[in-house]
């Protein structure tokens, strides 16, 4: 799945959605399109490399992760507001009622005839997108909406895990990103004997 990401500073490209299939396995690696931009100096310096996503929790997390880039820089106050998210975009072709053309959609279930998804519904990423900010913006704890709060107990994310791998994902992974047996799949499968960043993997799980 590829995905916008950013490390530092702001954003200032977003990528495009798209599945790749393992044909050794029955599972769909994810991987995100990662755009590093240092503000640093005249002129900004930038560098794609790949990034796997093994789970929808690490998807879901990384993309807020970015959408939230530009409240975190303290450049915007709202995902609204937030210039060069995929979030902001999401957000203006949902007023139209139209589906992003670069970007997967979200969806409630897989269907036949539309396999590549997010299986979430779009409404409560915003919400949960739009809390997380709040909670950014005024370092308060307690924040997250009932609504919110029921999606990460389906990620099976803890609210304290969830501030800290969006405020901090970029320093947290620098390799494969999910839970800490699909890292232990993964290394598996590509016969990796260390499971490099498995700390940071188990912020993926309710505490």
Not at 29 to 39: A, C, H, M, N
Request: net charge neutral; charged share 25%; hydrophobic share 40%.
């Amino acid at each position: 799945m590829q995905l916008p990401f950013i490390a530092v500073d702001y954003v200032i490209s977003v990528g495009l959605c798209a599945a790749s299939t393992n044909p050794s396995q029955d599972k769909r690696i994810k991987k995100i399109t990662v755009q590093v931009v240092s503000g640093k100096g005249d002129l900004p310096i930038s560098f794609i490399e790949n990034q796997a996503l093994l789970d929808e929790a690490a998807m879901l997390t990384c993309m807020a992760y970015v959408d939230l880039n530009p409240i975190r820089a303290q450049l915007a106050d709202t995902p609204e507001q937030s210039d060069h998210t995929s979030i902001q975009l999401r957000i203006r072709a949902a007023l139209k009622g139209e589906q992003p053309k670069n970007l997967l959609p979200f969806i409630v279930n897989e269907r036949d005839n539309q396999p590549n998804g997010i299986a979430f519904l779009l409404s409560d990423y915003l919400e949960l997108v739009d809390d997380t900010g709040r909670i950014i913006r005024s370092d308060k704890r307690g924040a997250i909406s009932e609504n919110s709060a029921k999606l990460l107990a389906r990620l099976n994310i803890s609210h304290d895990n969830w501030l800290k791998l969006t405020t901090e994902f970029g320093k947290l992974f620098r390799g494969p990103v999910g839970t800490l047996q699909e890292l232990t799949d993964y290394c598996e499968h590509l016969e990796k004997r260390r499971r490099h960043f498995a700390a940071s993997c188990q912020h993926f799980h309710s505490n």
